[in-house]
DNA sequence: AGTGACGTGGGTAACGTTTTCCAAATGTTT
DNA sequence: AAACATTTGGAAAACGTTACCCACGTCACT
């Protein structure tokens, strides 16, 4: 009952089959200079026949594996997840398969991750919102082609893609100050290191906000609530933001998930939204448009993110020389139920 | 400024550095017997000094590769990765390495997936809710250790671990009846394959529903709206329901994503849960317990499920020819907002 | 003292590809 | 027709690790 699974097909095995030499097969297999149409004709049939598929940990050993790697910090941010998509499905007809490395949240377990992944030999990496120092980054990037997605500044080492998280964070105040509020509040994630305080989207959403409150002339009115990017830290920010003095009309949440906290923070306080208090989150997630939340959110077509991460790797890998770019794009604000006039 | 990044240590320089054989080193690399203590600590510390870490290419050409390959069909699903939690935390410790394939839905994709996963020679896999047919599971399991999580039925070649589908159904309609329901109404994922119709969660939800129906006396009121298991599914159910001569009093949705659809259908109706209609789900997941929602919903410890999921492969793995287990844990149901006296 | 078992270490041949040559055949130019 | 470039196919050496086997020394027991 429980045959012993035949010995694995190998390139041996194809060209023997295919009366021609393994070198051939490989050229095939490569799409690499040096095969007649006739051979690659004979040796794809040869494939189809025995359904030979090449191992990747041989490969791996002298060329590609044609694996990419890519780094989430939290499977449950929806927000990833449509970058993931953008992805895969930029990468769906090449050869490229792309295997997800979970649960890297923290500097200690990202390094880990990343390790994992250049020991695998993937051919390439995609590192989203990574928290590691920029150093760190730098040297995986020279021994791996790698992209940086949702981290702001450049480097020479690797490509990076971000969104334009300063002008996403003025186009909420935008829109709250043009429906009359002028206590705009912002729960942020806090932050200490200096050069996170640079890079990370987090941080720029907060500067973001205080410039386009300066800009309103509401200089006197800005108000951080210090926490984290969780539905726990949106509570808790809101909470603080509801014991003020003089309570704020209008909450910026730096992430839709926030914004879900602070919501049920205000729903026990009594409060109703948009009636009391305008709530807006950041990121569009699938969870903002879901009907009877109807969050207004900042939209940054993850999608867009990554289909633009995969084309700049699948570059990078063919010409590891090239200078790096640096990609922003725009969000746009996607208005719902959770603001109105003040 | 673009220094060449120096050519990846290998087993050889450690052997060198450490006055050792590679056959040393590589024997402390997997605590394989045949070395000294003395040895080993001298072939760790040349290691830790070279700052030396193993090619899983080369190391997957004759051994292991340390990978365990876990196949989702659907990232935003947060009950998948609940499951995925477990796996994570229970292989936290140990020498593997988990490794996600995204985006496998269908059964085209999936056998893509599973494919790649064993072309690069992963030690184990993870298959779960996989919807590929029965034949090509065990195929797959005898060419490298699998356990399947969330398909029941049993293998001759794979372990299983599922949760008792039909308990948990039961558990919603005694919950129903005892609060006085008569009129108790099922939405189903719509199914034809005969093998997936005995082994699919979906399809024993519905037995459950049906079983617990009878069991109450209440076979001439079930009613069962066959759509599918997504947000659309539920709103489209939920209609054909409420359109019925006599409406039901309550609705088991068999996932928490048809109940969210079934909410907005009955809301667009004009009627209010659960004062006019209670509706139950399945999954527990984030989104039925978010405040605002506050669903009643079936739970199925996705944590444990992966837990015992990891712990099943890596026993199997060590040993491929014991006899495969199957696991099947109790739900419980979490009473909330959505159900209420008839 | 002889014998066998065991613990310890190493030499060497795999593993399945790709890469780097090289030779022969074919085509092109003078 | 000679000289040279290009195309086509293959032989053999990597790649970095593990598996298999053997040798040597030590120890316990006849």
Redesign the interface.
Known sequence: ???P?PR?LTIVDVARHAQVSTTAVSKVLRNAYGASPAMREKVQQAIAELGY?????????RGQ?Y?IG?MLPE??N?FF?DI??GI?TQLGDSDY???????CNGEKAEAK?I??M????MDGLVLIAPVSAKKRLTEVA??VPTVVVGRHGSS??YDSVTDDDIAGAALVVDHLVGLGHRRIAHIEHHETDRVRLAEMPNAQRADGYRQAMIAHGLEAEIDVASTSYTQAGGYLGAQQLLARPVRPTAIFAGADVVA?GA??AI?EAGLTVPGDISVAGYDNS??AA????SLTSVDQDGRQMGANAARLLVDRIGQR?RRTAQMKLSPTLVVRRTTAAA
């Open positions: 009952m429980d045959k699974a694995r598929r090449p191992s990747a940990a041989a490969r791996g050993l594996t694996t890519v499977l449950r929806l997840a993931l998509d895969t398969q792309v295997l997800l490395a979970p649960g991750v390790d994992a250049i020991d695998r030999s020279r021994s020479p080492a879900l919501l049920e729903a699938a969870l879901f009907g009877p939340i020389d």
